[in-house]
């Protein structure tokens, strides 16, 4: 019907994605000749690959149109993936540094673990820059299964071998009905090509009325939901963040959910705004539930790593709110928090992995008593992480959230911002918790056995700086975001 | 010297910075809290520079704003960090630095020697910092900023001797209060941003932008709803009813931290950002009577509580509480300056009786220790005859103690003689008038009551302390009481720019120097006031006589009990043993909050801990435990068990979604 104009393939499109692809292949390979106690340098290579691939995301910022869309507009590495690229190379890179501590006293270093991090990364590239439904299923497919793997990395232990049989079970689950959810979308269009729905329906108005789209649009939106842990479907989360290896908790927690989201955002607002009335009605009862039931049941967690795990459910839920406001303000508010999101919680999870010892992971509340006094620099750092999740000023997390916030109210959603600022004042009590034991109570251990490796220093390091710096100075930050919006 | 504005609030930042990360290496108190001080001191400086500045001003031209750098645009959103000075700004710089100043010399005194000595200066420089934050902030997220910043540094502060239970229960008593207040701050924030926004597309956090746009507001309505918000946030921030109970408890800090935040600046708060914020508040009649009778409310009570407290401290918080009390009905009836007038005055006096009181737990601690008696050193049952050792504490304490306590010619008379006056002649509250004032009269009489009573039995009669322990009773040193001196000279004095025209001896300087500030606010109140009657000044000469028959009666009330017939107080209590069991409990509102609220949630708490957690997350574990004794029977107990309750929870969350979409 067409003339063949358009480039049918534009590799510049998927750079980063075929950077980081190949260099985990050779990893693979390379893996076969490094020696156990020696697979730190494989993390050191794949941190090269990540470095080496911020060059094309920097490199295709405001790119022309004609170059950013490729593969017959089945991929389309807009400002708005590139963001999000950004956040996974971000947490990707920060989880790489704190795994070969962890890895090591575990005794699970296996050389595998750095592959399959970079082909997660993959693939939640190809969900964030897909605009075909197939893409973003086949991105989606691609980090599950390596995020399957990860979950239960640790292959000796009990724990880490459930999450990782939970993960995958419920997440098969979840699939089944996404992909359905798409099959339906078709279905009811003809197409699978976001920009494709969006001119159907545009040219069939009525098709709105049709059940099978409905249910299309609905089963979508669950399958995504799941994803990003969004209440209802969030009950897998704590049991997979509990058991999963601490540096693949930290992981797991951003950069898919952060994926999620990008794929989430694309697919409903610009395939499917004509069902904003009503995905918009489910989101807003979605985002109260998920903030709700996140922060309250974190408030009587013991286990450090089960309290995070539902504040990271009460984040998506504040995050959802961003998306329920349909702005450009909003919108944005989500990609700067979920990069704000990448640092604090990651930072976090640093910490909590150098408090276990082998055998002795040290996650209860408990376990922290008199820590900042042991060790004050390390007492700060998880002070401000605590902090930022809190959303008290002038840490990042504050930022994003007011950010958030007041694209809801400008949207007229005034009640869910009252709500979500409701929720966020809760959810300080447990995040206080944490730094009650650390600065007023006595403490009970020595904390002798912390050794801060150069590598988890770094991490540290960037991470406290990337929830100060944009605290403090948001406006660059907040201008790229802005800049990042589709619409 | 106004372009300087940003090094007020950067000066402590820096001296924060400083002992945070290096104090614990110099480990020399001299150096710490000398950095610490001169840091303030510096603050206090430039602020000295920028009120001079001010005033060589004409009126209307005093008001600048430092944009120091854009901070978050976008869109619609403009917030800059960006600092505001104005005559109110300008006062409350000159009471955060100036006071400031002085309580940090002191803590050099009073801290020696303690554990942690560069902590508790990098944390009440960090206070200052945000404190300077608070009141300079040119929008309300720099404002926020401040907001929560105090906040965080009274709960540190609050929780500085931690190893006592009670002082990090009362901090986190203190945030958890602070945080509901905080909560109601942002949704008046955002109210007020939305209103404005949707309906006259004025997206703006800024204060002046709001205030020109402010006649854009309608009276009550919406206003009222983002006024009580606003409202909430400064009951919590500034401890009034509801939200007080977390002051009284907040005297587990050190003695220095009540003088500076828990009654010369944080609890002040409130006040300041009500009256910042006057041409809002005004527009909402309804919030200004509930303001100003949460006020006279609280005034009252809390008046009643200190009546019957033993600890020293106790009685000076309780009296904040209520002195706040006296603010609130002030900006509640619109008398704007004579609020801020007695926010001022009450710095000067109730930062010198703290600081005071500090300087006789001191003596008495270093008594009590010498003679090895566990008595306790705040306990005013305890002190007694304290005037003859401690001569300096005594008179400054007694100064301020006749200014709070309302005597003319001292600077706490001036300034709650015109917040019952206005209580009395406002047009805003009709027949609600009469008991505002009375109700602040009576108060005023309880005032007078208990702090006689406290200086009574703490420096006049026996010494009750062990003769042995009293050989070691001593002034204070230099630098403990030279910031009492000062304060001691304001309180008497500082009154002095405020003087009621009636009076006609000086200008009323503090007036004409707010005016400005206030003026757009008294615009909007005359437009919905019918006009006021007019008081003669007869009346108000009466008014003023009967204020100070009122104070002399406490007083005398005082002297009888506690000097002149010391046995009747204990005749009373026994006469009438329920009304003092209530009056001491504090009217038992710790345990109705218990009951109301805490005991509520906690119940709620273990009914999720016990339904959620133990059935889902133990039977985890117990799944785990049976997973160990046989790698076989984990897939069954991950299947058959949570997996499928977790796969059930999801479909069931489907089917409710599609259906309601589809049956809707």
């Given at each position: 019907?067409?003339?063949?104009?358009?480039?049918?393939?534009?590799?510049?499109?998927?750079?980063?994605?075929?950077?980081?692809?190949?260099?985990?292949?050779?990893?693979?390979?390379?893996?076969?000749?490094?020696?156990?106690?020696?697979?730190?340098?494989?993390?050191?290579?794949?941190?090269?690959?990540?470095?080496?691939?911020?060059?094309?995301?920097?490199?295709?910022?405001?790119?022309?149109?004609?170059?950013?869309?490729?593969?017959?507009?089945?991929?389309?590495?807009?400002?708005?993936?590139?963001?999000?690229?950004?956040?996974?190379?971000?947490?990707?890179?920060?989880?790489?540094?704190?795994?070969?501590?962890?890895?090591?006293?575990?005794?699970?270093?296996?050389?595998?673990?750095?592959?399959?991090?970079?082909?997660?990364?993959?693939?939640?590239?190809?969900?964030?820059?897909?605009?075909?439904?197939?893409?973003?299923?086949?991105?989606?497919?691609?980090?599950?299964?390596?995020?399957?793997?990860?979950?239960?990395?640790?292959?000796?232990?009990?724990?880490?071998?459930?999450?990782?049989?939970?993960?995958?079970?419920?997440?098969?689950?979840?699939?089944?009905?996404?992909?359905?959810?798409?099959?339906?979308?078709?279905?009811?269009?003809?197409?699978?090509?976001?920009?494709?729905?969006?001119?159907?329906?545009?040219?069939?108005?009525?098709?709105?009325?049709?059940?099978?789209?409905?249910?299309?649009?609905?089963?979508?939106?669950?399958?995504?939901?799941?994803k990003i842990a969004a209440a209802p479907f969030h009950m897998w989360t704590?049991?997979?963040?509990?058991?999963?290896?601490?540096?693949?908790?930290?992981?797991?927690?951003?950069?898919?959910?952060?994926?999620?989201?990008?794929?989430?955002?694309?697919?409903?607002?610009?395939?499917?705004?004509?069902?904003?009335?009503?995905?918009?009605?489910?989101?807003?009862?979605?985002?109260?539930?998920?903030?709700?039931?996140?922060?309250?049941?974190?408030?009587?967690?013991?286990?450090?790593?089960?309290?995070l795990a539902y504040s990271s459910i009460a984040h998506a839920g504040y995050v959802l709110v961003?998306?329920?406001?349909?702005?450009?303000?909003?919108?944005?508010?989500?990609?700067?928090?979920?990069?704000?999101?990448?640092?604090?919680?990651?930072?976090?999870?640093?910490?909590?992995?150098?408090?276990?010892?082998?055998?002795?992971?040290?996650?209860?509340?408990?376990?922290?008593?008199?820590?900042?006094?042991?060790?004050?620099?390390?007492?700060?750092?998880?002070?401000?992480?605590?902090?930022?999740?809190?959303?008290?000023?002038?840490?990042?997390?504050?930022?994003?959230?007011?950010?958030?916030?007041?694209?809801?109210?400008?949207?007229?959603?005034?009640?869910?911002?009252?709500?979500?600022?409701?929720?966020?004042?809760?959810?300080?009590?447990?995040?206080?918790?944490?730094?009650?034991?650390?600065?007023?109570?006595?403490?009970?251990?020595?904390?002798?056995?912390?050794?801060?490796?150069?590598?988890?220093?770094?991490?540290?390091?960037?991470?406290?700086?990337?929830?100060?710096?944009?605290?403090?100075?948001?406006?660059?930050?907040?201008?790229?975001?802005?800049?990042?919006?589709?619409? | 010297?106004?372009?300087?504005?940003?090094?007020?609030?950067?000066?402590?930042?820096?001296?924060?910075?400083?002992?945070?990360?290096?104090?614990?290496?110099?480990?020399?108190?001299?150096?710490?809290?000398?950095?610490?001080?001169?840091?303030?001191?510096?603050?206090?400086?430039?602020?000295?520079?920028?009120?001079?500045?001010?005033?060589?001003?004409?009126?209307?031209?005093?008001?600048?704003?430092?944009?120091?750098?854009?901070?978050?645009?976008?869109?619609?959103?403009?917030?800059?960090?960006?600092?505001?000075?104005?005559?109110?700004?300008?006062?409350?710089?000159?009471?955060?630095?100036?006071?400031?100043?002085?309580?940090?010399?002191?803590?050099?005194?009073?801290?020696?020697?303690?554990?942690?000595?560069?902590?508790?200066?990098?944390?009440?420089?960090?206070?200052?910092?945000?404190?300077?934050?608070?009141?300079?902030?040119?929008?309300?997220?720099?404002?926020?900023?401040?907001?929560?910043?105090?906040?965080?540094?009274?709960?540190?502060?609050?929780?500085?001797?931690?190893?006592?239970?009670?002082?990090?229960?009362?901090?986190?008593?203190?945030?958890?209060?602070?945080?509901?207040?905080?909560?109601?701050?942002?949704?008046?924030?955002?109210?007020?941003?939305?209103?404005?926004?949707?309906?006259?597309?004025?997206?703006?956090?800024?204060?002046?932008?709001?205030?020109?746009?402010?006649?854009?507001?309608?009276?009550?309505?919406?206003?009222?709803?983002?006024?009580?918000?606003?409202?909430?946030?400064?009951?919590?921030?500034?401890?009034?009813?509801?939200?007080?109970?977390?002051?009284?408890?907040?005297?587990?800090?050190?003695?220095?931290?009540?003088?500076?935040?828990?009654?010369?600046?944080?609890?002040?708060?409130?006040?300041?950002?009500?009256?910042?914020?006057?041409?809002?508040?005004?527009?909402?009649?309804?919030?200004?009577?509930?303001?100003?009778?949460?006020?006279?409310?609280?005034?009252?009570?809390?008046?009643?509580?200190?009546?019957?407290?033993?600890?020293?401290?106790?009685?000076?918080?309780?009296?904040?509480?209520?002195?706040?009390?006296?603010?609130?009905?002030?900006?509640?009836?619109?008398?704007?300056?004579?609020?801020?007038?007695?926010?001022?005055?009450?710095?000067?006096?109730?930062?010198?009786?703290?600081?005071?009181?500090?300087?006789?737990?001191?003596?008495?601690?270093?008594?009590?220790?010498?003679?090895?008696?566990?008595?306790?050193?705040?306990?005013?049952?305890?002190?007694?005859?304290?005037?003859?050792?401690?001569?300096?504490?005594?008179?400054?304490?007694?100064?301020?103690?006749?200014?709070?306590?309302?005597?003319?010619?001292?600077?706490?008379?001036?300034?709650?003689?015109?917040?019952?006056?206005?209580?009395?002649?406002?047009?805003?509250?009709?027949?609600?008038?009469?008991?505002?004032?009375?109700?602040?009269?009576?108060?005023?009489?309880?005032?007078?009551?208990?702090?006689?009573?406290?200086?009574?039995?703490?420096?006049?009669?026996?010494?009750?302390?062990?003769?042995?322990?009293?050989?070691?009773?001593?002034?204070?040193?230099?630098?403990?009481?030279?910031?009492?001196?000062?304060?001691?000279?304001?309180?008497?004095?500082?009154?002095?720019?405020?003087?009621?025209?009636?009076?006609?001896?000086?200008?009323?300087?503090?007036?004409?120097?707010?005016?400005?500030?206030?003026?757009?606010?008294?615009?909007?109140?005359?437009?919905?006031?019918?006009?006021?009657?007019?008081?003669?000044?007869?009346?108000?000469?009466?008014?003023?006589?009967?204020?100070?028959?009122?104070?002399?009666?406490?007083?005398?009330?005082?002297?009888?009990?506690?000097?002149?017939?010391?046995?009747?107080?204990?005749?009373?209590?026994?006469?009438?043993?329920?009304?003092?069991?209530?009056?001491?409990?504090?009217?038992?509102?710790?345990?109705?909050?218990?009951?109301?609220?805490?005991?509520?949630?906690?119940?709620?708490?273990?009914?999720?801990?016990?339904?959620?957690?133990?059935?889902?997350?133990?039977?985890?574990?117990?799944?785990?435990?049976?997973?160990?004794?046989?790698?076989?029977?984990?897939?069954?107990?991950?299947?058959?068990?949570?997996?499928?309750?977790?796969?059930?929870?999801?479909?069931?969350?489907?089917?409710?979604?599609?259906?309601?979409?589809?049956?809707?």
């Open positions: 019907m067409e003339t063949l104009a358009m480039p049918a393939i534009n590799f510049a499109a998927i750079m980063p994605e075929t950077i980081l692809s190949a260099v985990a292949m050779a990893l693979l390979l390379v893996n076969v000749f490094v020696r156990s106690e020696q697979k730190a340098y494989l993390g050191y290579l794949s941190l090269i690959g990540i470095l080496v691939t911020f060059f094309p995301i920097v490199a295709g910022w405001n790119a022309p149109v004609e170059l950013q869309s490729g593969f017959n507009g089945a991929v389309l590495q807009d400002n708005f993936s590139l963001f999000f690229k950004g956040i996974f190379l971000v947490s990707a890179a920060l989880s790489i540094l704190i795994s070969d501590q962890y890895m090591q006293r575990e005794g699970c270093n296996h050389g595998e673990l750095y592959p399959l991090i970079l082909l997660a990364t993959a693939g939640m590239m190809l969900m964030a820059s897909g605009t075909d439904l197939m893409v973003i299923f086949l991105g989606l497919e691609l980090l599950s299964v390596a995020l399957y793997v990860l979950a239960g990395f640790n292959r000796d232990k009990l724990k880490s071998n459930e999450a990782g049989l939970k993960y995958f079970l419920l997440g098969a689950f979840s699939t089944g009905f996404l992909l359905y959810g798409m099959a339906l979308t078709f279905g009811a269009t003809g197409t699978t090509k976001i920009a494709g729905i969006a001119a159907y329906v545009a040219a069939n108005p009525m098709i709105t009325g049709n059940q099978m789209f409905l249910v299309g649009m609905l089963l979508m939106g669950v399958g995504f939901s799941f704590p049991d997979v963040y509990e058991g999963a290896p601490t540096p693949m908790t930290a992981f797991m927690s951003v950069g898919p959910k952060a994926a999620g989201f990008a794929a989430f955002l694309r697919v409903f607002m610009i395939a499917l705004p004509a069902y904003k009335p009503e995905w918009s009605a489910l989101l807003w009862v979605l985002a109260v539930l998920t903030m709700t039931v996140g922060n309250i049941t974190a408030l009587f967690q013991q286990d450090i790593k089960r309290m961003g998306f329920v406001a349909g702005n450009a303000v909003g919108t944005a508010g989500i990609m700067f928090y979920m990069l704000s999101y990448a640092f604090m919680n990651i930072g976090a999870f640093a910490i909590i992995l150098l408090v276990g010892r082998k055998g002795e992971p040290n996650n209860n509340v408990a376990d922290y008593a008199g820590f900042g006094f042991k060790h004050p620099l390390l007492g700060l750092a998880m002070s401000i992480f605590l902090f930022s999740l809190a959303g008290i000023p002038p840490a990042a997390g504050f930022i994003g959230k007011f950010y958030i916030f007041s694209g809801a109210i400008q949207a007229g959603y005034i009640w869910l911002a009252i709500i979500g600022v409701l929720n966020s004042a809760a959810s300080v009590y447990y995040y206080l918790r944490v730094m009650v034991f650390m600065y007023m109570k006595d403490p009970v251990e020595e904390f002798d056995w912390l050794k801060v490796t150069p590598a988890h220093a770094l991490c540290l390091l960037v991470a406290v700086a990337g929830v100060l710096i944009p605290g403090i100075v948001p406006g660059y930050l907040l201008e790229l975001a802005q800049k990042a919006v589709f619409f | 010297m106004l372009e300087y504005v940003w090094l007020i609030p950067l000066f402590p930042l820096l001296g924060a910075v400083f002992n945070g990360l290096l104090g614990k290496k110099i480990k020399n108190e001299a150096v710490i809290g000398g950095i610490a001080t001169l840091m303030i001191f510096c603050s206090f400086l430039v602020s000295c520079g920028i009120l001079m500045q001010l005033i060589g001003l004409p009126a209307e031209e005093r008001v600048f704003e430092k944009v120091v750098f854009p901070w978050i645009h976008s869109g619609n959103f403009k917030a800059d960090m960006a600092f505001l000075v104005d005559p109110l700004s300008a006062i409350m710089i000159m009471v955060v630095t100036g006071v400031g100043s002085l309580i940090h010399l002191y803590s050099i005194g009073y801290m020696h020697g303690e554990e942690g000595f560069y902590r508790y200066f990098s944390y009440l420089n960090l206070f200052a910092m945000s404190m300077l934050l608070l009141v300079l902030g040119g929008n309300m997220l720099v404002m926020f900023i401040g907001w929560e910043g105090v906040g965080l540094c009274s709960y540190l502060l609050i929780g500085y001797y931690f190893h006592k239970k009670s002082a990090g229960d009362a901090a986190k008593k203190a945030f958890v209060m602070n945080r509901v207040g905080d909560f109601g701050f942002l949704i008046g924030l955002f109210t007020l941003y939305w209103w404005l926004g949707s309906n006259h597309n004025v997206w703006t956090i800024n204060f002046t932008e709001i205030k020109a746009a402010s006649s854009l507001l309608p009276y009550g309505g919406v206003v009222t709803i983002a006024t009580l918000c606003f409202f909430v946030g400064a009951t919590g921030k500034s401890a009034q009813i509801p939200l007080y109970t977390w002051l009284p408890d907040a005297m587990e800090g050190p003695t220095p931290v009540s003088a500076l935040i828990h009654a010369a600046t944080m609890v002040t708060a409130g006040v300041y950002m009500i009256g910042r914020m006057s041409f809002v508040f005004v527009k909402a009649p309804d919030t200004m009577m509930v303001i100003a009778i949460v006020g006279a409310a609280t005034a009252i009570f809390a008046a009643t509580i200190g009546t019957a407290q033993n600890d020293i401290k106790r009685v000076l918080a309780y009296s904040t509480v209520s002195q706040l009390g006296f603010m609130f009905l002030a900006m509640g009836v619109g008398a704007f300056t004579a609020g801020v007038f007695h926010l001022m005055t009450h710095a000067f006096f109730k930062a010198c009786l703290f600081l005071g009181s500090g300087s006789v737990i001191h003596a008495m601690h270093h008594a009590l220790h010498h003679a090895h008696s566990h008595d306790d050193p705040q306990d005013m049952r305890n002190m007694g005859g304290l005037r003859k050792a401690m001569p300096i504490t005594f008179i400054t304490f007694l100064v301020s103690t006749i200014a709070i306590a309302g005597i003319p010619g001292f600077s706490g008379f001036f300034s709650k003689d015109e917040i019952l006056w206005q209580a009395f002649a406002n047009p805003f509250h009709g027949g609600l008038n009469i008991f505002l004032w009375g109700t602040g009269a009576i108060a005023a009489c309880f005032t007078a009551f208990y702090m006689f009573r406290l200086v009574f039995m703490t420096f006049f009669g026996e010494c009750r302390i062990t003769a042995k322990s009293k050989d070691h009773l001593h002034e204070s040193p230099l630098v403990i009481t030279i910031p009492l001196m000062v304060l001691g000279f304001l309180a008497v004095f500082g009154g002095y720019v405020g003087m009621p025209k009636l009076l006609g001896m000086l200008p009323n300087y503090f007036e004409h120097w707010l005016e400005p500030v206030f003026a757009t606010a008294q615009g909007y109140a005359q437009t919905y006031v019918h006009a006021g009657a007019h008081h003669s000044h007869a009346l108000e000469w009466g008014l003023m006589g009967l204020s100070v028959v009122i104070a002399v009666i406490g007083i005398a009330i005082a002297y009888i009990l506690y000097i002149a017939s010391p046995s009747i107080p204990a005749r009373f209590t026994a006469t009438f043993p329920a009304l003092h069991r209530a009056v001491y409990n504090k009217w038992y509102i710790d345990e109705l909050y218990d009951f109301l609220f805490i005991n509520p949630c906690k119940a709620l708490g273990s009914f999720l801990w016990k339904g959620f957690d133990v059935l889902v997350i133990d039977g985890i574990v117990d799944g785990v435990a049976k997973v160990v004794m046989g790698l076989s029977g984990m897939l069954k107990n991950l299947q058959s068990g949570y997996v499928h309750n977790y796969a059930l929870s999801m479909a069931l969350g489907v089917v409710v979604i599609i259906a309601f979409y589809i049956f809707r």
